[in-house]
């Protein structure tokens, strides 16, 4: 599921990746370079529509997110309990529409075996998430 | 350049409204120029968003033209969406800026009613992204996407975003040409029905009808255009970086002020894009009225209520004067006129010399900020 791989773009003058994949760069008259990204990214942000256009059912649960590499992409999800910005999701193609589901620890873990080479650079990026969610727990303590 | 007057502004109660939009727009177009003391403009230009799809009408400015009187008067059309009034608003400023004509009338309306909310919404959201739109994402799905972001990003709290709707409404209550006549509750609001995660019905304006027009001239009158900007960004909400701020007004407002040769410390009133409540707080820090973190505190404390120290659609903004689409930009620039030629009955702010009027296009893809000024 984590391995699905979505078609993007990338402009060779700014670098800036747009999924799904663009003729023209929104930002410079070039045309843009193909690219796959891999499915997982975070949320970075979510809603659930309760009266959705003809053609959908309610409630239509719709999130942005934002793939690893930076592009960012709209996609349904059958679910959004529990769902946070920041939260990591992944994404998956049924009949070409595109949905996001939570990524239990289980695959997180997995995620970042695959995403870091030496063991130095794992015990870094866990460490560095560890810090980081200590961090955003004080910050939501504090507000 | 030469220097633009608004020398007439009129408008046609918002709301509900069985008449043919030409007929409204034609009652806008002759409050106009009764109070400009002409006859006949030079040219005109109408606004309208959509009138292909809500009416089934297509040639419009000719339409419209006809309408009024004015068949032997050039006419056309100017459409950026929801600023589709602002938009039209400017190019009767830069023709008369650039000495091509003396006196243009624009009038902008929309007519919507007549169809059912899903339609409307349909409608209305063509003006969205076709990729993000097959996914279902309607005006008020992006923008609570928008909202959710804002809300976790800078710690604005539901009641902050409830008090723009409360405030808008009591405005609303003093204009009897306003869709709600009735205020309402920061209760009323959070309890009203969910729309889209974390937006309710009362934080979103309502679907109107209505016409609003002017005539900006070469001679002389008691409101001058001080600055006029437009701003833009991607049709994508996803090819954004960021969802908090729209940096189609932040480059709109940096090219009216400069214009102006004044900031936002001499804007002495507002009228804001406020199609969903939390709107007007992203673009109160946009536009430099507020400093950047502080929209929700000063909302709260009162500050850009009719009789705070700034204050924000005093006509009761898209949320409760209505949102007529095409005739927005130019209601709001008709409250601005209203409000320093002291004709605001009911909710005239005191001694106001400069007023701004910020119009969103899309989900902010065409932004407008219009600056006004008195003469006297």
Redesign the interface.
Known sequence: MIAEQIAASRCPRCDMLVAPPSTYCPHHPVLMQPVTLPGVGEVVSFTTLHTPPQGFRSPLHLALVELDGGARFVCHGADVRGLRIGAAVAIEAIDDIYYFSHLGAMERARLFWRRTGRAGDRVNAIARSLAKRVWKGRDRAAS | MREVFVAGAGMTRIGRRSEPLPELMADAAHAALAEAGLEAPDAIVVATMNPEEFLGDGNFASHVATQIGFADVPALRVETATSSGAAAFYAGFAAVAAGLRQAVLIVGGEKMTHLT??KV??LI?RSIDP??RA????M??LA???T??LM?KT?LGQREIAQVAVKNHANAARNPLAHFQQAVTVEEVLES???????RLLHCCPISDGAAAVVVTAAPSRVRVAGIGQGTD???????RQ?TAFTATRMAAREAYAMAGFGPERVDLAEVHDAFAPFELISLEDLGLVPPGKAGRVTLDGDTALDGRLPVNPSGGLKARGHPLAATGLAQIVECVWQLTGRAHGRQVSGARHALAHSIGGLATNNWVTLLETTG
């Open positions: 909310t899903p919404s349909e959201g990729y993000e996914y279902g994402a309607t008020p799905a609570g996407l928008v959710r972001s976790s710690g029905r969910m729309v889209a995660d974390p937006l991607t049709l994508a909400v996803r090819h954004r969802l």
